[in-house]
């Protein structure tokens, strides 16, 4: 099944997408689930998948705009460096007892086709492709092997980068929470239809030319262990997002760098999820 945020043109909802088809399910579930954080709280996936079964479009996907796939999560938990080109392209080391993590705030997400929006302080804006695991069932200190029961879905995440912002102090934070400078989606793809720990191809493109070209089985803290990782020192909440790193080729690394601007369009694609496409606009100057 394929889930997604969306705004109507009468208000913000989330539902199911098939083919071109987007089915309203906070139109048919109403108070009780809200969004789709509150049907992943409330344990309503399988009656959704009832309800989807046969029922007419309530809209296409051309009438609709996507909102970051998971609008209110609790928490967005960021792993850096867990590719070994990404490591090595960086002079960093090929091999860490743990994952290194940050931490993204909701406000720095858009959704498909939503604007990423390079700061005014900024001329170093960089694309990121990676896997991201919404968390489907809360859990402390899981352990690797019960990893796979917590799992909502996956989709496409670009943890966009304001380099000069990142590096300059240095710390990661500010790099990487600017408003709208992450994209996130299309849609949530539900492990019964793609397994999340699978090799599976992950690319980012610029302009049509591919920047990133990967699979995620050559993750360095598979899906698992970062699971297992992340609860351990904090509650893993329904709706929480583990976004689980970018591969090497990132625009900072290149020779000569490439950074992202204004009228660009980025491209992160997911095997078995499909793509995640966002216009750049730069920010105006202060009015």
Known sequence: MKLLSFVSPTRASFGVVD?????????????????LKGALQGGALERIERLAAGAPADYRLDEIRFLPLMPNPGKIVCVGLNYVAHRAEGGHKTESPAPVIFLRVPESQVGHGQ??????ESHQFDFEAELAVVIGKAGRRIAEADAMSYIAGISCYNDGSVRDWQLQTPQWSPGKNFPATGAFGPWLV?????????????????????????????????????????????????????VTGTPGGVGLRRNPQVWMKHGDVVEIELEGVGVLRNPIVKEGPAV
């Open 19 to 35: 083919g071109d088809r987007v089915i309203d399910m906070g139109v048919r579930l109403g108070a009780t689930c809200p969004d």
């Open 115 to 120: 604007p990423m929006l390079c700061p005014r």
């Open 190 to 242: 539900t492990p019964d239809e793609v397994d999340p720990v699978r090799s599976l191809r992950l690319s980012c493109r610029l302009n049509g030319e591919t920047m990133q070209d990967t699979t995620t089985d050559l993750m360095m803290f598979p899906i698992p262990k970062l699971i297992s990782f992340i609860s351990t020192w904090t509650t893993l909440e329904v709706g929480d997002v583990i």
